[in-house]
């Protein structure tokens, strides 16, 4: 039985690099720096994926807390982004620690029409020396680096995808006390508590994607009811 949960966490571990790889490889590329938006139910949507790194934890190695302000909130995400997001955040909180405590807080900010995901753990930490470069490509800690298989690109692509969604990402950390990461966003199109089916189905959306510093382009998307996404019109901006 060890032996196939050794096989099982291998697997596990090679499958998350190589889809860590083909993601980079679409960012540095520009092919992946455009917005897909659709409108989502954040709070069932983060649940969901902290349900699936709960699940896996079958040794209960670690306390698992979550928890928001409120039930509910719909807004317009990318939703491969945001996943990828997520999970590359709890993939470094599960990687990392030495047990302890994960939590997610989910915060909704009304007044500011903003919303934070904040994801801890209770794990090693980092060098405060080296909080400035953990977002670069590439950039993995000297301290974990011998123990732990990695490729540097987790974090940078939190950065790149949280920023995509005009957002920040910050981290703070003490040496084994642990890390807390914050994704934050505040979104003029509107975040609601409660749903709009004509959201959901058929919403036209103009996003704008920077290739360049004053330049960029402006793309109409629609999504139909059948969830097909169309691309409407192109066209260049200054």
Not at 35 to 61: G, P
Request: glycine content about 8%; overall charge negative.
């Amino acid at each position: 039985k060890s032996m196939l949960e050794v096989v099982y966490r291998n697997a596990v571990s090679l499958n998350e690099m190589i889809h860590k790889l083909l993601e980079f490889n679409r960012i540095d590329r520009k092919e992946d720096s455009m917005l897909i938006v659709s409108r989502i139910e954040l709070v069932s949507f983060v649940k969901n994926i902290y349900a699936v790194y709960k699940e896996a934890d079958v040794e209960e190695k670690y306390q698992w807390n979550l928890s928001c302000n409120t039930n509910s909130l719909f807004m317009d995400m990318d939703v491969i982004k945001l996943k990828s997001i997520i999970n590359n955040l709890l993939s470094n909180a599960t990687k990392y620690p030495r047990g302890g405590t994960i939590s997610i807080v989910i915060e909704y900010h009304e007044d500011l029409q903003a919303v934070s995901i904040r994801i801890a753990d209770t794990g090693i930490g980092i060098a405060e020396n080296e909080l400035p470069y953990v977002f670069q490509r590439f950039y993995q800690s000297s301290r974990t680096k011998q123990q732990y298989e990695g490729t540097g690109i987790g974090l940078y692509l939190v950065k790149t995808y949280t920023e995509l969604h005009h957002g920040k990402v910050e981290v703070a950390s003490t040496i084994q006390k642990g890390t807390t990461f914050t994704e934050s966003s505040q979104y003029t199109g509107g975040i609601t508590q409660e749903g709009n089916e004509n959201l959901k189905t058929n919403i036209g959306y103009e996003l704008t994607t920077f290739t360049g510093v004053g330049v960029g382009t402006i793309q109409t998307v629609e999504q139909t009811n059948s969830g097909e996404v169309k691309i409407e019109h192109s066209e260049e901006c200054t």
